[in-house]
């Protein structure tokens, strides 16, 4: 049984299908060829644990894992904690500047990550303003 696509869903859906395809080949495959690698043993013939078990056997690796897994649940918290509220608020209230909140929200999406990146480094940095400011006050980071 076929099901009938009408005209004007055809280009959309392309697009999706492209971009499908796009995503499995270059970010997917690759992902998977690397995590099935690190099942072989060193020359690559038969399944193993032993890269998982040297890996989680040595504290700096274990103590890695810990720390990235509580610093994104602290992270998912925060932001949920302080997002839901403020997107609420935004959405149900008049609030002042409403459409400059809603550019800067949307801010992220639209600029390179690595611009992202170099503001924060111009921020919180060696010589950073925000790292200047509190070194003025008295907070040294040594």
């Known amino acids: 049984m076929m ?9 959309p859906m392309a697009i999706a299908a492209l971009a499908f395809l796009f995503l ?10 690397v995590f099935g690698a690190s099942f072989l043993d060193a020359e690559g013939q038969s399944l193993t644990f032993a890269n998982y078990t040297k890996l989680l056997g040595r504290p ?16 998912t918290v925060i932001t949920a904690v302080l997002a839901v509220p403020f997107a609420f608020a935004l959405a ?3 609030v002042f500047g409403k459409g400059a909140i809603l550019a800067l929200a949307s801010l992220p999406l639209v ?19 925000v790292t200047q400011g509190l070194q003025s006050i008295g907070l040294d980071f040594g």
């Open 3 to 11: 099901i009938a696509i009408p005209h004007q869903q055809r280009l």
């Open 24 to 33: 499995g080949l270059f970010l997917l495959y690759p992902l998977f060829q």
């Open 60 to 75: 700096f690796y274990r103590q890695a894992i810990v720390n990235t897994l509580s610093i994104g649940v602290t992270a």
């Open 92 to 94: 149900r209230l008049p």
């Open 111 to 129: 600029l390179p990550s690595f611009v992202s990146a170099y503001a924060l480094v111009l921020l919180f940095g060696r010589s950073g303003i």
